[in-house]
């Protein structure tokens, strides 16, 4: 893997195989969000869970619900 630096110091590795494709100057600074589909970085509920990390408003045709959040101990 190579590694690439950054301008805030911090170094990160560069596999030679990219998921996603390069970043274009129009989303230079934009936030990629990653899904965790299988929920093993977290657990989500439309039930409320007990002590979740943190509450996320979701908005689904219309109608917002509060999804309680875990984040799995591997974070």
Do not use: M, R, W, Y
């Not at 943190?54 to 984040?71: D, W």
């Amino acid at each position: 893997a190579l590694l690439e630096s950054h301008e805030n110091g911090t170094v990160v590795k560069q596999h030679e195989l990219c998921l996603l494709p390069a970043v274009k100057a129009q989303d230079q600074g934009k936030i990629c969000v990653v899904i965790d589909l299988d929920e093993t970085l977290v657990h989500s509920s439309f039930k409320p869970i007990s002590n979740p990390d943190f509450i996320v408003p979701v908005e689904i045709e219309g109608t917002t619900h509060q999804v309680s959040v875990c984040a799995s101990v591997l974070l």
